[in-house]
């Protein structure tokens, strides 16, 4: 064997990183969230598994490397990969599948090779053949991704003698049904499933699960099919991850088998037919800490009170739920006297007077609920908070000061006031605590987006001193360059949106201090090419978007070409033209190239691509 005259087996140190990262509580599916030609990010990104052969500065590659490489370049020479060590093998077949080299006929080479872990997801021609190699793994095997497959009930049947399986990943293999379900039900080290967009798994099927006993993590996302199958998890006392998100089958009578899962820790129901009594259900899960309800139409702002039990929550998604500051009025009497007395008119009437006693959250998505701008004081003691989504609500600028603190004109003023105060209410120590908080603002504060609210120039001003934030959205037709010049204290931001802001040329000139930015999106209609002179000194930028500017012309970008960091780029509805393709030959980095609307070829892209940018995997026009 090539490998074997050199290496000497090394250590088979299998780190996993047993958390597991949620990705919820951003801004959710909402339509108004797709802009056209924006490039929020680059989807088609490939994580590379496998060892990453690019060395630094010309540094020589290993000889492990080197003979990897070799390996890759003349896969089919080769029979069996099985007198190698299995972390051998294991690198070999992480470069194989990233590089899109291994097939059926040389996936053969790695039987009875004791492999621990085989991530193909989305790999293509995944079927039943591909069964027979990967149990000879036998109960080396630990871990293996099938997501988009085209494996099936019968192919499930070779994982039987695999005992020691700890994750299985089914996502989007939608040939699997309640059948196959049943050749898993003997996997009992089982802690991580995953069956995202399954139609075919009902409730009855769903008893295979039972037998799980040490599942920690289940993913059933978009599986309409599973309403009554939850009462199968009672049983699953270490679970800790439950996500069912976009399941519209599930109802308030699903909830009462997820009350026993006292370990669980993140719950998702996204999109659910629950109500505030199914949220009831909730009150005992006192270990939860990450709860996604968004787009649950029939939550209401009773079920806060449920909510507030839940003491450890870190994460709240309440996204497109009916929220509404209207008739929340259930603050008691006293308590609402004392606030009267502090003059902050009104604030009483809101639901997020009941969120109050979360004090460890550090995500809230209030997204599209009714909520205006004095609830936000409720927000102020919330000193942990670090992401706040209110786009789409009813806050404006004057409820900014409640997140950016405020101070009186005088020592002496500040004195009176809370002397006065704690004579007060010296027996309401939450009150005194907000109160408190109300003039020290969320400091901590990291991100915040305020799209499609009527907050304006002025309220802006009041976010100056919010110097942690680093992403800020700012997607709305009111703010102009006079809101900008407002934020040139924020020099942490690594993040600005201000999609729909009208921002000119003599706006641009305040981004100058923002050194630290990685996205910029500015598509407001307003800028030249005069105004990308103040763009292109922003050193760190990987994403900009300046779509929908009509008056950019192939200035603009010679005048970017010097931003060699971009990854992503956009600058559909102006006047590029294909000459002005020549200035982004210095983009090496460059993975999407957005130019719809312009006078641009697909073809003249495609050459580009082929001749200076071969990082570039996605761009239009296509």
């Known amino acids: 064997m090539i490998l074997g005259h050199f290496i000497m087996g090394g250590a088979c140190s299998r780190k996993r990183d047993q958390q597991q990262v949620e990705d919820i509580l951003n801004r959710g599916a909402s339509g108004k969230y797709s802009k056209s030609s924006s490039s929020k990010w680059l989807a088609t990104s490939l994580s590379r598994s496998g060892s990453d052969v690019k060395r630094r500065n010309g540094e020589c590659p290993s000889l492990l490397e080197l003979c990897i490489r070799k390996i890759q370049e003349d896969v089919d020479r080769y029979t069996t990969f099985s007198h190698l060590p299995r972390d051998i093998s294991q ?4 470069e194989l599948v990233y590089s899109q080299r291994i097939t059926l006929k040389s996936l053969e080479a790695f039987r009875d090779c004791a492999i621990q872990d085989l991530y193909l997801g989305e790999y293509p021609g995944v079927n039943d053949d591909w069964m027979d190699v990967i149990s000879s793994q036998s109960t080396s095997l630990l871990s293996v991704d099938f997501s988009g497959s085209d494996i099936t009930d019968s192919g499930l049947v070779s994982l039987k003698g695999c005992k020691n399986l700890e994750s299985l990943n089914f996502n989007f293999c939608d040939q699997i049904s309640n059948r196959g379900l049943e050749h898993l039900s003997g996997l009992s080290n089982l802690t991580s499933l995953s069956f995202r967009r399954n139609g075919a798994i009902t409730a009855q099927g769903m008893r295979a699960f039972s037998n799980l006993v040490n599942m920690k993590k289940l993913d059933l996302e978009k599986c309409p099919g599973i309403h009554g199958g939850l009462v199968h998890l009672r049983d699953l006392t270490k679970l800790e991850s439950l996500n069912i998100k976009w399941c519209n089958c599930i109802t308030d009578a699903d909830m009462e088998p997820i009350s026993e899962l006292t370990n669980l820790r993140s719950l998702q129901i996204c ?40 003491k450890g929550l870190m994460f709240l998604n309440l996204n497109r739920c009916n929220l509404s500051d209207s008739g929340c009025e259930k603050f008691s009497d006293l308590i609402n006297l004392k606030i009267l007395n502090l003059g902050m008119n009104n604030i009483t009437n809101s639901c997020l007077v009941h969120l109050r006693g979360l004090t460890k959250l550090e995500s809230l998505n209030l ?16 000193l942990g908070l670090k992401s ?79 110097t942690s934030l680093r992403t800020l959205n700012l997607d709305a037709r009111h703010v102009t360059d006079a809101g900008l010049s407002a934020l040139t204290s924020l020099t942490g931001l690594t993040h600005l949106d201000l999609f729909g802001a009208r921002i000119t040329d003599s706006g641009t000139n ?67 033209s294909n000459s002005g393709l020549r200035h982004l030959k210095p983009l090496k980095n460059l993975r999407s190239l957005t130019l719809e609307s312009c006078k641009v070829s697909a073809n003249d892209i495609r050459k580009l691509q082929a001749t200076d940018l071969p990082n570039l995997v996605n761009f239009r026009p296509e």
């Open 271 to 310: 999109c659910s037919k629950i109500t505030d009594f199914g949220v009831s259900y909730l009150k005992g899960l006192n270990k939860l800490n990450l709860l996604n309800l968004e787009g649950c139409r029939h939550v209401t702002a009773a079920c806060l009170d449920t909510l507030t039990a839940l």
């Open 91 to 94: 690198q070999i077949f992480d």
């Open 510 to 576: 305040h981004l100058r201090n923002l050194k630290k930015l990685q996205s910029l999106e500015i598509c407001g209609g307003g800028l030249t090419d005069a105004g990308v002179k103040n763009i292109k000194d922003l050193p760190s930028l990987t994403l900009l978007n300046l779509s929908q500017n009509s008056n950019l012309t192939d200035k603009t970008l010679e005048l970017i070409s010097g931003l060699t960091g971009l990854v992503s780029l956009n600058v559909s509805n102006s006047r590029v």
């Open 367 to 382: 997204d599209s609920c009714r909520i205006g701008d004095e609830g936000l004081v409720h927000l102020s003691g919330m």
């Open 388 to 466: 706040l989504e209110l786009s789409d609500t009813e806050v404006g600028s004057h409820g900014l000061r409640h997140l950016s603190g405020q101070t009186y004109s005088s020592p002496f003023c500040i004195f009176c006031v809370l002397w006065y105060t704690l004579m007060q209410i010296i027996s309401t120590s939450v009150l005194i605590n907000t109160f408190l908080c109300y003039h020290i603002g969320l400091s901590n504060l990291e991100s915040i987006n305020l799209s499609f609210t009527v907050v304006t120039d002025s309220g802006l001003r009041k976010l100056s001193g919010l």
